[in-house]
Protein backbone atom coordinates (compact mmCIF):
# COMPACT_ATOMS: atom_id res chain seq x y z
CA UNK A 1 0.00 0.00 0.00
CA UNK A 2 1.58 3.20 -1.10
CA UNK A 3 1.22 6.49 1.50
CA UNK A 4 0.72 9.50 0.56
CA UNK A 5 4.39 10.51 0.34
CA UNK A 6 5.15 7.12 -2.02
CA UNK A 7 2.04 8.72 -4.31
CA UNK A 8 3.85 12.26 -4.51
CA UNK A 9 7.47 10.66 -5.52
CA UNK A 10 5.78 8.77 -7.68
CA UNK A 11 3.62 10.80 -9.74
CA UNK A 12 6.35 13.12 -9.74
CA UNK A 13 8.91 10.84 -11.17
CA UNK A 14 6.18 10.09 -13.60
CA UNK A 15 5.47 13.76 -14.98
CA UNK A 16 9.86 14.46 -14.96
CA UNK A 17 10.16 11.65 -17.44
CA UNK A 18 7.40 13.50 -19.30
CA UNK A 19 4.30 11.76 -18.79
CA UNK A 20 1.20 13.56 -18.36
CA UNK A 21 -0.04 13.05 -14.66
CA UNK A 22 -3.32 14.91 -15.30
CA UNK A 23 -4.93 11.82 -17.54
CA UNK A 24 -4.30 9.85 -14.77
CA UNK A 25 -6.74 11.35 -12.62
CA UNK A 26 -10.23 11.59 -14.08
CA UNK A 27 -13.17 13.05 -11.57
CA UNK A 28 -15.77 10.17 -11.42
CA UNK A 29 -19.33 10.64 -12.07
CA UNK A 30 -22.77 8.88 -11.34
CA UNK A 31 -24.44 7.57 -14.02
CA UNK A 32 -28.22 6.94 -14.92
CA UNK A 33 -28.05 3.46 -13.84
CA UNK A 34 -26.02 4.23 -9.96
CA UNK A 35 -29.53 7.01 -9.22
CA UNK A 36 -31.28 3.94 -9.97
CA UNK A 37 -29.85 1.58 -8.07
CA UNK A 38 -29.41 4.14 -4.60
CA UNK A 39 -33.05 4.49 -5.60
CA UNK A 40 -33.45 0.26 -5.26
CA UNK A 41 -31.10 0.89 -2.14
CA UNK A 42 -32.91 3.36 -0.38
CA UNK A 43 -36.30 1.87 -0.76
CA UNK A 44 -34.86 -2.03 0.01
CA UNK A 45 -35.45 -2.79 -3.66
CA UNK A 46 -39.25 -2.04 -4.22
CA UNK A 47 -40.77 -1.63 -7.86
CA UNK A 48 -41.60 2.13 -8.30
CA UNK A 49 -45.25 3.21 -9.64
CA UNK A 50 -45.52 6.27 -11.23
CA UNK A 51 -47.52 9.56 -10.22
CA UNK A 52 -48.09 11.36 -6.92
CA UNK A 53 -44.87 12.59 -6.96
CA UNK A 54 -44.41 16.53 -8.03
CA UNK A 55 -40.97 18.30 -8.84
CA UNK A 56 -40.82 22.00 -9.17
CA UNK A 57 -37.19 22.87 -10.08
CA UNK A 58 -36.01 25.75 -12.92
CA UNK A 59 -35.53 23.76 -16.56
CA UNK A 60 -32.46 26.17 -16.77
CA UNK A 61 -30.26 27.65 -14.70
CA UNK A 62 -26.81 29.39 -14.48
CA UNK A 63 -26.06 29.06 -11.08
CA UNK A 64 -25.62 24.92 -10.42
CA UNK A 65 -24.23 25.30 -6.75
CA UNK A 66 -27.85 26.83 -5.46
CA UNK A 67 -30.20 25.24 -7.49
CA UNK A 68 -33.59 25.29 -6.06
CA UNK A 69 -35.63 22.44 -5.73
CA UNK A 70 -39.53 21.37 -4.25
CA UNK A 71 -40.78 18.14 -3.82
CA UNK A 72 -44.42 17.49 -3.23
CA UNK A 73 -46.53 14.22 -3.06
CA UNK A 74 -49.65 13.60 -2.80
CA UNK A 75 -51.01 12.14 0.20
CA UNK A 76 -53.63 12.67 3.18
CA UNK A 77 -50.80 12.36 5.52
CA UNK A 78 -53.65 10.52 7.77
CA UNK A 79 -52.43 8.02 10.57
CA UNK A 80 -52.99 5.29 7.89
CA UNK A 81 -52.10 6.63 4.82
CA UNK A 82 -49.10 8.80 5.31
CA UNK A 83 -45.35 9.49 3.19
CA UNK A 84 -43.09 7.74 5.16
CA UNK A 85 -39.74 9.47 3.44
CA UNK A 86 -38.68 11.30 0.24
CA UNK A 87 -35.25 10.43 -1.30
CA UNK A 88 -33.76 12.81 -3.78
CA UNK A 89 -31.45 11.59 -6.01
CA UNK A 90 -28.98 13.15 -9.05
CA UNK A 91 -27.99 11.13 -12.62
CA UNK A 92 -24.77 12.88 -13.28
CA UNK A 93 -23.41 14.26 -9.56
CA UNK A 94 -19.89 12.36 -8.36
CA UNK A 95 -22.31 10.64 -5.82
CA UNK A 96 -25.78 10.12 -6.62
CA UNK A 97 -27.45 10.39 -3.24
CA UNK A 98 -28.70 14.00 -2.85
CA UNK A 99 -30.68 13.78 0.50
CA UNK A 100 -32.99 12.13 2.61
CA UNK A 101 -36.28 13.30 4.59
CA UNK A 102 -38.00 11.52 7.09
CA UNK A 103 -41.62 11.99 7.38
CA UNK A 104 -44.64 10.89 9.48
CA UNK A 105 -47.92 11.94 9.52
CA UNK A 106 -47.76 14.27 11.93
CA UNK A 107 -45.88 16.94 8.95
CA UNK A 108 -49.58 17.40 7.70
CA UNK A 109 -48.31 18.17 4.45
CA UNK A 110 -45.99 15.73 2.40
CA UNK A 111 -43.29 18.29 0.62
CA UNK A 112 -39.81 19.39 1.24
CA UNK A 113 -37.93 22.54 -0.22
CA UNK A 114 -34.47 22.84 -0.57
CA UNK A 115 -31.25 23.82 -2.57
CA UNK A 116 -29.01 21.56 -4.03
CA UNK A 117 -25.38 21.30 -6.41
CA UNK A 118 -25.97 19.94 -9.95
CA UNK A 119 -22.82 19.23 -11.41
CA UNK A 120 -24.03 19.36 -15.23
CA UNK A 121 -27.55 19.37 -17.23
CA UNK A 122 -29.51 16.27 -15.90
CA UNK A 123 -32.40 14.18 -14.57
CA UNK A 124 -33.34 14.50 -10.86
CA UNK A 125 -34.36 11.58 -9.84
CA UNK A 126 -37.77 11.62 -6.28
CA UNK A 127 -38.65 8.55 -4.33
CA UNK A 128 -41.61 8.99 -2.09
CA UNK A 129 -41.89 5.45 0.30
CA UNK A 130 -45.38 5.25 2.00
CA UNK A 131 -45.82 4.16 5.31
CA UNK A 132 -47.77 0.87 3.25
CA UNK A 133 -44.54 0.30 1.69
CA UNK A 134 -45.08 1.19 -1.86
CA UNK A 135 -43.06 3.60 -3.81
CA UNK A 136 -43.78 6.39 -6.38
CA UNK A 137 -40.92 7.61 -8.65
CA UNK A 138 -40.87 11.28 -9.73
CA UNK A 139 -38.40 12.88 -12.57
CA UNK A 140 -37.60 16.39 -12.98
CA UNK A 141 -34.73 17.99 -15.14
CA UNK A 142 -32.50 20.57 -14.99
CA UNK A 143 -30.14 22.39 -17.54
CA UNK A 144 -27.35 23.94 -15.66
CA UNK A 145 -25.68 26.62 -18.55
CA UNK A 146 -22.28 28.27 -17.70
CA UNK A 147 -19.45 27.89 -15.17
CA UNK A 148 -18.46 24.79 -13.68
CA UNK A 149 -21.51 23.52 -11.87
CA UNK A 150 -21.75 22.90 -7.88
CA UNK A 151 -19.83 19.98 -7.84
CA UNK A 152 -16.46 21.14 -9.96
Known sequence: MLNRRDLLILCA??????????????????????????ID???????????????????????GR??????????????????????????RNPTPEVASFRLSAANGRAEVSTRIRLLQTQVVLVAA????????LGKGRSKITGGAGGCG
Not at 71 to 81: A, I, K, L, Y
Open 41 to 63: ELTGGVAPQKGRVKITLPAVTDQ
Open 129 to 136: EMNDGSVY
Open 66 to 91: FVPIRVSVDSPMSETDYVKAIHIVSE
Open 13 to 38: TWASVGFPVGGLLKPVYAAPRDAKNR
